[in-house]
């Protein structure tokens, strides 16, 4: 395994496949005072989050909130412990949060793991919302499309525009749920953000921009529409 590592200032990745377990999505962090996660992994590997947390030097105690992107279980797994531990905030969409509160839907069953519903504190039912975390505002944007209630989420940090994309390159499978068409519209959403650095939800960290904007490109045109 990698070591958990820093992105850009006050934002660090703390898990995904090559830094916590290989069934798991890319986990992200930011110090905003409070600490804020972006995703929590299939569920498998919590304490190995905690640990990738304290090795950066941070105290777990200071965790705050997580933002969940979509309710798919490698997205969704560890966020009951992280709830019980440590009573962070979860936050989600309102098209995803009965799933994440439920179970039904996650595909838990397609990874072999035993999911472990849990609550939504918020539930995000806007195009688009800002959320303080002094000294920052994240900014969360509804991208239906992988699921209903997909959100990614960015943030200005000096002279950068970090953008959580997550999963950019899908699949956009009906079969699954998605929606291709409604998938296409949300990356042009996206790519119209030109952010800085894309954090993306599989496959690690993407820049500069033109090479942010090419990468969502490259699925955007793959889709129908």
Request: aromatic share 10%; hydrophobic share 40%.
């Amino acid at each position: 395994m990698s070591e958990p590592f820093q992105v850009w200032k006050d934002i660090y990745a703390i898990g995904g496949p090559n830094l916590s377990q290989p069934s798991d999505c890319c986990v992200y962090m930011i110090d905003a005072g409070d600490l804020v996660i972006i995703d929590s992994s299939a569920g498998d590997s919590f304490s190995r989050l905690e640990d990738n947390i304290a090795s950066l030097g941070f105290d777990t105690a200071r965790l705050k909130a997580i933002i969940v992107t979509h309710a798919h279980i490698d997205h969704i797994g560890s966020l009951d412990y992280f709830q019980q531990k440590y009573n962070v905030r979860i936050v989600a969409h309102e098209l995803d949060a009965d799933a994440i509160e439920t179970g039904e839907g996650t595909g838990a069953e397609y990874y072999g793991v035993r999911y472990q519903p849990c609550r939504v504190d918020t539930r995000i039912n806007q195009p688009a919302v800002a959320l303080t975390f002094a000294p920052y505002e994240l900014n969360l944007v509804h991208i239906p499309g992988h699921t209903p209630g997909s959100i990614a989420v960015y943030v200005d940090m000096d002279d950068k525009r970090v953008l959580f994309g997550q999963d950019i390159h899908g699949p956009y499978l009906r079969a699954l749920g998605a929606d291709p068409v409604e998938a296409k519209r949300s990356l042009k959403k996206l790519i119209a953000l030109k952010a800085d650095i894309l954090c993306e939800g599989h496959f690690g960290i993407y820049k500069p921009a033109a090479e942010v904007k090419s990468y969502i490109e490259e699925y955007y045109n793959e889709l129908p529409g």
